[in-house]
């Protein structure tokens, strides 16, 4: 029998893919065979004639998974869907996902589930994460970034109210260096005094929030002019030109692998971010 892993992140932009991404390599590593899908996708891009969940794209390559993308991400919350969804209902999407499931799931040990943004998402046309976890009987897990000491606390407290027992932990990600041992020693015990079992407290760690140079020229659909050869340089940081030239050189120096932003007849701020 395959297990079901659901994960549930509590707000956007919170590590849930990294996370799934590292899971899914562990469980490789240790020799279970595993799939991966993500029920409902926002994250969408048009290529070609048809439309793609970006997450979905980026665990089967990363990963080698041989499964058709249009079983790992049935349902892309396009705007022509969402529209569709509210005139007509959800049309059928459940069914949708229980056929992808079975299909990614078969001669699997594990699957994992990647959720939406946050443990709202996906209402609209009944799959949201309390609902697409009770459709396979899934464990969830919950990922929340670290931002101040009541912001996690009260996100993870209303995972637990939310998921309820098939909860089994959660990760607090993106956690300042500065803060790991406060976590770890006060807002962790905390949390497992009231219920809710932590699992790890994962670390910020810029490189994986950051860019290369040719990620951002092709995001940008922009054209690299000189420096070929650094293209592969990651960008952590970015910072705004707008200032006046003399207090630009401090301002700039105090941020390591950054990209700066300004206007193109600043030459003098350019320069000042060059040095």
């Given amino acids: 029998m395959t297990l079901a892993i659901y994960t549930a992140s509590t707000q956007p932009h919170s590590g849930k893919t990294a996370l799934c991404a590292g899971l899914l390599r562990r469980f490789q590593a240790d020799k279970y065979r595993v799939g991966y899908m993500k029920p409902v996708s926002t994250g969408v891009r048009a290529a070609g004639q048809r439309y793609i969940g970006l997450d979905a794209h980026f665990i089967k390559y990363a990963l080698g998974f041989p499964d058709n993308l249009d079983q790992m991400a049935p349902v892309l919350l396009t705007h022509d869907l969402l529209e569709n969804a509210v005139s007509n209902g959800e049309q059928g999407l459940v069914d949708r996902v229980r056929t ?6 078969a001669h699997r040990d594990v699957v994992f589930l ?17 609902q697409v976890g009770q459709l396979f009987n899934a464990r969830q897990l919950a990922v929340a970034p670290y931002q101040d000491t009541q912001q996690v606390i009260d996100d993870l407290l209303a995972a637990r109210h939310r998921l309820g027992d098939s909860l089994v932990g959660v990760f607090i990600n993106q956690t300042p260096e500065d803060r790991l041992e406060y976590t770890n020693t006060r807002i962790k015990p905390f949390l497992e005094r009231r219920g809710v079992p932590v699992l790890a407290v994962l670390p910020q ?5 950051g860019a290369s140079v040719a990620e951002l020229a092709d995001g940008l659909n922009g054209e690299i002019l000189c420096c070929h050869h650094a293209v592969d340089q990651m960008v ?6 707008a200032m006046d030239a003399a207090l630009a050189f401090n301002y700039f120096r105090r ?21």
């Fill in 100 to 105: 992808a499931y079975q299909a990614v799931s």
């Fill in 236 to 241: 952590e940081h970015l910072m705004v030109g």
């Fill in 205 to 209: 760690v810029n490189a994986l929030r």
């Fill in 114 to 130: 990647e959720g939406a943004t946050h443990l709202r998402e996906g209402r609209v046309i009944n799959l949201e994460p309390e």
């Fill in 255 to 275: 941020t390591p692998n950054k990209a700066v932003i300004t206007s193109g007849d600043r030459l003098d701020l350019q320069l000042s971010a060059l040095e």
